[in-house]
């Protein structure tokens, strides 16, 4: 599965947006969603969320959504048109793989949808002609495929000790979503599966051989996407899981918040597709959805550079939707991204597209429409850098202005070794602009 098109209408900042999430008729892999607190990158993911998980899931994940409707007049709208997979589950009667279904927001004034009148928040799914097949197929608890999850800001692992469960059986689907909605939601499966599997293979039963084969693709897909030096060790006899760290064993729960945030989201993500497609040779190279909020959080810049490719890598044909405020995530995507600037203009967002970071440097990117032309140094020293070159281009100084300019030349000579920005006049800065130019040129074109 994979998703074609989103509508917004009449949610929080959103009053009618269209989002398309295909070239040429094929998915975008990765779309990034940039923009300044409160432009509306949240929202977009849970719109997503609640849509895959389908009417019933989107109640149970929010029963009232207060503060959901823009005008309270009117009731709100999410839409989305999701492409079926190749091993997807069900034969829908036409022969397009393409099905839609809409869910209606109504808030605290009574509105009256279909012959009857609603006087509290709440999420109804809209009829459609796709929902019935979809409920049977796509929303069901127990369906295989139909792969989606969505992960919040703030996905960690439990800081309790796991025990050892019976057994780790399909869950709801609406759970796939929880931490997008509930910011208190451990991300404990890890954890639990690591331990169970196990403890199936020390038994040494006819499941011992399943069991290792799950366990040995959620080692790998988890130590490609750790730092070099750490790896995943052990399980004790206690239940606790060790990791290697530089030679050093250490638990879970001792590790960094941004290692067990790495760890959470793979973990879980991988348990997940096995749980979605049990007969795969490699559930990790299957199609689905996934939402992740805020992916640089926790991480390490270092982390944050890398991060995208590792998820793609691991995850071939998943379809993220990642929203980021780090330049290097942005760039880490890849060419064939779709990166969408979400921007909160007099309380209404508007979404632009923006072309391909990757062949950016950092700076680069910060100083791009994709970030607002962000400056990339700290105010006080770009308020240095200004009044600067306002007094260089000054034809006459007065002896305060000459004294001050003396005092910021000194500390521009000692930035420029750092990085800081070539002097005026200098061949370094006629460099730059004649770059900048050419680069601007290019553009228009």
Known sequence: MWVKELIIHNIRSFERQEFSFTHEDKPYRWVTLLGENGGGKSTVLQALGLL????EGAQTLIPRPVGWLRD???????????????????????????FHHDLMVTGRK?????GRVYTEPTI????????????????SSRGQGWFAAGYGAFRRLTRSQQVIVPALEPQARYTNFLTQFNEDEPLATFERWMVYLDYVSAKRRQSSRQAERQRDLGINAINSMLPRGTRFDSVTEQGRILFDVGGRKVPTIAMSDGYRSVLALAGDLVWRLIQAFPKSANPLHEEGVVLIDELDIHLHPRWQRYIAGWLREQFPKLQFFVATHSPFVAAGAGEDALTLRLTLDQGVTRVEQVETLAALSVDGILQSEAFGQLSPYSPPTQAAI????????????SQAEQKEFARLRAFMQQARPLGGPPEPGSLDAKLDAYIDKALQGKGRG
């Open 72 to 98: 309270e007049s009117k009731q709100g709208l999410l839409h989305v048109r999701f492409h079926q997979g190749k091993k997807d589950p069900g034969k829908a009667k036409k022969p397009s793989k393409l």
């Open 124 to 139: 109804v799914g809209f009829p459609s002609p796709h929902l019935s097949w979809l409920r049977e197929h796509a929303f």
């Open 110 to 114: 009574p509105l009256s949808l279909r």
């Open 52 to 55: 895959m998980a389908g009417p």
């Open 386 to 397: 200004d009044r600067y070159d306002a007094l260089a281009r000054k034809k006459r100084r």
